[in-house]
């Protein structure tokens, strides 16, 4: 689960320079939020930046910035 996920990342940051560590934890955070384990404020936080920011570095790892579940997708078309 994260535990381990969070352990792992933990071992990464000691052993990573400063610049990539930053890097590592934007990569986690952006994976965490298009896995839907993170909201985009709590995928900021891990990544240490803007909640703003955050969601502009989406692109550059090709994740959509705006999700819609199923749910919310249903009712799209319905009210289309």
Same mark, same amino acid.
């Given at each position: 689960? %994260?535990?381990?996920?969070?352990? %792992?990342?933990?071992?990464? *940051? ?8 930053? =890097?590592? +934890? ?7 939020? =298009?896995?839907? +384990? %993170? ?14 920011? @955050?969601?502009?570095? %989406? ?6 910035? @705006? +999700?819609?579940?199923?749910?919310? *997708?249903? +009712? =799209? *078309?319905?009210?289309?």
């Amino acid at each position: 689960g %994260l535990g381990v996920l969070s352990m %792992l990342i933990g071992v990464a *940051l000691k052993l990573a320079p400063a610049g990539a560590a930053q =890097e590592l +934890r934007l990569a986690a955070a952006v994976k965490l939020y =298009e896995l839907g +384990r %993170l909201s985009s404020g709590a995928a900021a936080q891990l990544a240490g930046i803007p909640r703003v920011v @955050f969601l502009t570095k %989406l692109a550059d790892y090709g994740v959509p910035t @705006f +999700r819609l579940t199923e749910e919310e *997708l249903r +009712r =799209e *078309l319905e009210n289309a």
